[in-house]
């Protein structure tokens, strides 16, 4: 059995960055043994490995990809991601219209996201549906964002070991070894966006989590919100006080954000499941002001987070009052009805 196995099954020493490069090697080169990538998926979802392996994790992925091409970055500089770790309650696709609101106001949007793990339907599920392809390079996505202030990036941005791993796993199903790399996902995405916004589900994955994102702060001086609450939602919800820790690359800091006091309406998370049998018709409802209140208020809490993130504004208030503009106004309809076009001109 490979050492670096071995060691993440009997959490008796860390596994270092050589470690890993020795393990990703044997990956690529079909050296390991069969049942391996199995045990260590599986040991990884059932225990979060401690801060030497994850920071040596994190550090052996990065350096095995490519990145954009030096020069090519300058839309990206206030852009900013927002991507949730899965799991937690059933609701509509909140983050992906939040981008989209976010975007309408004027603060550029790349978002990365998967398809469905735990939720009937993940981001690149409801694109799919909305007829907008996600990127295929950073060229594409640099240009669509130069365009349309937002995009949609497709699995390129993730490491190529995540593909090997789950080939490595078969017959069985990575959906059901990997809730370990679902929930490191929105760290291993690499995108040079200046701020990120994420969610957690599970609160027993959150120090780990915290653990990756100050790892990743300090790595790229991307902004890395980490967000929370007691109805273990991976988005901000506006029905109930969210804490999110909040990490630069020199240091960081913690703060609540209570609905109330913001002044979004009472709900519940009834208001924010999926209505009706076409996600579509009900995406687009929420997206021109035709969704439930705690649909809206939900939206706007996590597209004002994006502007306050990426500093677009620093006034909670005014980003929120923005938000709920575009959606009544049409603006966020608009730039959905732009993309829909553009992706369907290009098809």
């Known amino acids: 059995m490979h050492d670096a196995v071995a060691a993440v099954i009997g959490q008796d020493r860390p596994v270092d960055l050589p470690l890993w490069r020795s393990f990703w090697d044997g ?15 599986a040991s990884l979802s059932t225990a979060m490995p401690g801060r030497t392996t994850l920071t040596a994790l994190l550090d052996s992925l990065a350096e095995r990809r490519p990145g954009p091409a030096a020069g090519g970055t300058g839309a990206f500089d206030r852009a900013v991601n927002i991507v949730g770790t899965g799991g937690g309650p059933r609701t509509f696709n909140v983050s992906t219209a939040a981008a989209l609101v976010a975007a309408a106001m004027g603060t550029p949007v790349v978002k990365t996201g998967s398809r469905a793990y735990t939720s009937s339907m993940g981001s690149l599920d409801l694109l799919d549906h909305l007829g907008i392809p996600p990127t295929r390079s950073y060229e594409e996505t640099h240009e669509l964002l130069e365009h349309c202030n937002i995009a949609f990036a ?7 070991e995540l593909a090997l791993l789950a080939r490595a796993v078969l017959p069985l199903d990575i959906r059901g070894l990997g809730r370990f790399v679902n929930a490191l996902g929105p760290f291993l995405a690499d995108m040079p966006v200046s701020a990120q916004v994420t969610g957690v ?20 001086g991307r902004r890395v919100w980490l967000a929370g609450n007691d109805l273990g939602a991976d988005e901000l919800l506006a029905c109930t006080p969210n804490r999110v820790h909040a990490y630069e690359a020199d240091g960081e800091d913690e703060f609540t954000l209570d609905a109330a006091l913001l002044g979004l309406r009472p709900g519940t998370l009834e208001g924010l499941r999926p209505r009706g049998s076409d ?5 687009t409802a929420v997206l ?17 987070a994006l502007a306050v993130a990426g500093r677009a504004t620093s006034d909670w208030h005014e980003a929120l009052r923005g938000a709920r503009a575009v959606i009544h106004d049409g603006g966020a309809l608009a730039l959905l009805r732009r993309l829909r076009t553009r992706a369907a001109v290009h098809a």
């Open 27 to 41: 990956l690529h080169e079909g050296g390991l043994r069969r049942g391996e990538a199995v045990a260590l998926l």
């Open 288 to 304: 021109g002001g035709e969704g439930t209140p705690e649909a809206e208020d939900t939206v706007c809490l996590n597209a004002a």
């Open 279 to 283: 996600p579509v018709a009900y995406f």
């Open 201 to 220: 589900a599970d609160a027993r994955l959150a120090p780990g989590l915290r653990t990756a994102a100050a790892h990743v702060a300090r790595g790229t």
């Open 154 to 160: 497709g699995y390129f941005v993730y490491p190529a």
